[in-house]
């Protein structure tokens, strides 16, 4: 152990001579930032003190926590459904570890020692770590190979494994500075790297996440290994010879596992969404550090791809639940919607990465668009009840299996929960980002944060009531006067684009200006790639004040989608509507929602733990049994934020909503 924590830190010493290219952007380290908002900071909370422990209590009642100890014994028989639940306990120990590097807690911090011993004891002694097949070598599942990553391609999901491993050791490592699950993690990327490579075995990850992995802990050791078989895994992709070119079978012709065709070649999002998500991050990452143009022009081309043609009105993507998957452009069904959590959680890793990249604040919209409302409808308001699937509708006469009406305490395939634990707490890394003497203010969340620019200590105090009221504070404390940028995203909502594409457009364009004033005097400002550029030589409390005007915006689809013709969405500042059955007389699905319907706001602090609702009267079309007939009343109508549905029982939603009667279908049966 001694020796391998030794040589860490002679890797560490070198990082920064290994690391001759990255991104020339930076994102603000999440404990450098200390939030004090409305909206972030009680998720952060219910996250430690509920999702956290609810989460390591179920990997122990299911059995994941067993699969170690057997596999340390070596015998048993694995105890879980799938080979990847191992990676239930990495994705809690790594969201544990944020935790710990905000919030000190003993307890915790010994509770996860015990459950990396436990993990160091199923490891075997070439470093091999999969309890699937460590239990019980020759009695494996039908998902795993006889022989160690023979079905790695398809479904044994070994490499999988080890990625989440190695981005909850990187993280347990950063926040507590013990190496005990990181000589683990490096052991095992010892072996992969001394497995994988030219003139040794080849394999496209079928579940990707490694690549990403092997990123972290390179940027932590240095070790050219790491990056080098990152760089691998990618550029193995296209190139197996068992596929159908010809089938439109995504299973059969390798795109379910984006392995059809290159990735340098590859211009469109396909395959399970969450794999891509996994895999355009990582393909970032390695464009960063090795400064390879033909990966990020290829990532460019699928996320222009997937914003232009297959990403839905509240961030999410994913559409088909067979395979959880891209569909064609601009399928975008919204009664069959799939919109896995772990998907929008895999568009904010890509979007940040992409900004990281290229410094432009349309990542960002595409990135708070996601997060306030496809990501955190995933997770319900009592921190342990969970979508799997995010739906874009609910009606009480359509049955399909893949659209979920309530959130569940836990699944047989867990992914989504115990990724959620890990992003949540990850949130304040999101707000600001540094290129030299350029500081970017992101997402707009009150709190202080601590930044070095020109080698001058800046603190910066933010104070707003985000996303209910766009009136935004910065308050720059700089340790002396110091010249930089201060680049404010102005978001695309702000600038009447509903996103960065003609796939959603406001119906209307607002003529509201954002305004900005400096210590109370209203400034002229110029927008660099959506950010306003203030440029002057701060001094201690100078005050920058930001007015988004946040109005209720009706957002309509490319005439592409044709199930939302006709139809509207509800948007205000960043957050997407939707109407809920518990405010809307037990029905969504008979709405009308008039063109000239007049909307008022009203904040209810006690409703759904504090939300802005929209209000105005609309037509609903109801039957009248006695009579025979349809007819149209004029109702109240209420809207809340979607993240919001499906915490006040089990009922119809609607994000679309019909502006006039188009056609009448009527429903026969019980």
């Known amino acids: ?34 939030l004090n908002d409305h909206f972030w900071l009680p998720r952060i909370e219910i996250n430690r003190t509920v999702t956290i422990p609810a989460s ?82 020759n009695n494996v599942g039908s998902w795993v190979g006889k022989v160690r990553w023979e079905k790695e391609r398809e ?79 990618i ?38 969404a969450v794999r891509a998500g996994y895999l355009y991050s990582a393909v970032a990452d390695v464009a960063a550090l090795t400064g390879d143009d033909s990966l990020l022009r290829a990532i460019d081309k699928i996320w222009e791809n997937v914003v232009t043609q297959k990403m839905y ?13 891209f569909g064609k452009n601009y399928e975008l069904p919204n009664a069959t919607a799939y919109n896995e959590t772990c ?17 432009d604040s349309k990542y960002i919209d595409v990135l708070e668009k996601t997060l306030y409302n496809g990501l955190i409808s995933g997770i319900g308001l009592d921190g342990k009840s969970f979508f799997y699937t995010n739906a874009m509708q ?48 992101n997402l707009f969340i009150s709190g202080t944060s601590e930044l070095v620019v020109e080698k001058n200590n800046v603190e910066i105090v933010q104070q707003n009531n985000y996303p209910w009221n766009g009136d935004l504070s910065f308050t720059i404390n700089p340790s002396k006067t110091t010249e930089f940028n201060f680049k404010v995203r102005i978001p695309g909502w702000a600038q009447n684009a509903a996103i960065p594409s003609d796939l959603y457009q406001f119906k209307n364009n607002s003529d509201k200006k954002v305004i900005i004033k400096i210590n109370g005097q209203q400034t002229d400002y110029t927008i660099e790639k959506g950010y306003a550029v203030l440029n002057r030589k701060w001094k201690k409390a100078d005050v920058v004040e930001v007015d988004l005007p946040m109005e209720v915006r009706r957002v309509i689809a490319n005439k592409m989608i044709a199930e939302d013709n006709g139809k509207v969405a509800l948007q205000m500042g960043p957050i997407i509507y939707c109407a809920e059955w518990v405010d809307n007389d037990k029905r969504t699905s008979n709405i009308i929602l008039p063109s000239n319907a007049d909307f008022t706001t009203e904040y ?46 089990k009922g119809e939603m609607a994000i679309w909503l019909n502006e006039k009667i188009k056609d009448v279908e009527l429903i026969t049966g019980n």
């Open 1 to 34: 152990m001694k020796t391998i924590a030794f040589i860490l830190m002679i890797f560490v010493g070198l990082t920064t001579n290994a690391q001759q290219k990255d991104y020339s952007i930076k994102a603000v380290d999440f404990t450098k930032v200390k």
């Open 56 to 137: 390591f209590a179920r990997c122990e009642s299911t059995g994941r926590v067993n699969n170690f100890v057997m596999a340390a014994a070596r015998k048993g028989k694995f105890c879980t459904h799938y080979p990847f639940d191992d990676t239930d306990i990495y994705k809690t120990i790594e969201g544990a570890s944020f935790s710990l590097a905000t919030h000190p807690d003993a307890k915790l911090q010994a509770y996860l020692d015990s459950l990396i011993n436990i993990i160091a004891k199923a490891q075997e002694s070439d470093g091999y770590l999969y309890t699937a097949r460590t239990i019980d070598p």
């Open 155 to 233: 479904l044994s999901h070994e490499l999988y494994n080890a990625g989440h491993l190695y981005e909850a050791a990187a993280a347990h490592y950063l926040a507590t500075k013990k190496t005990n699950l990181l000589n683990i993690a490096l052991k095992n990327a010892d072996l992969v790297c001394s497995v994988f490579g030219p003139g040794k075995k080849s394999v496209a990850p079928g579940h990707e996440i490694v690549e990403m992995g092997l990123v972290k802990l390179y940027r932590i050791t240095g070790k050219k290994e790491y990056l080098n078989t990152a760089k691998f895994f």
């Open 235 to 272: 550029e193995a992709r296209g190139h197996y010879k068992g596929y159908d070119a010809k089938s439109d079978d995504s299973w059969q012709n390798g795109s379910y596992w984006q392995d059809d065709k290159p990735v340098v070649l590859q211009d469109e999002a396909e395959g399970h």
């Open 313 to 325: 009105v509240q961030g999410s993507i994913g559409a088909k639940g067979d395979g959880e998957r």
């Open 343 to 359: 998907a929008a959680i895999a568009n904010v890793f890509w979007n940040e990465r992409m900004f990281l990249l290229h410094g």
């Open 394 to 441: 609910v009606t009480n006469h359509f049955n399909n299996n893949d659209v979920e009406a309530s959130r569940s305490g836990w699944f047989e395939c867990s992914c989504c929960p115990t990724n959620l634990v890990r992003l949540i707490p990850s949130v304040p890394g999101y707000v600001y980002a540094q290129q030299d003497n350029n500081v970017y203010a």
């Open 604 to 649: 209810k602090p006690d409703l759904l733990n504090g939300i802005n609702v929209l209000k105005t009267n609309i037509e609903k079309v109801e039957v009248d049994s006695v009579n025979n007939k349809i007819e149209t009343v004029s109702k109240p109508f209420v809207a809340i934020p979607y993240y919001a549905w499906a915490n006040r029982g």
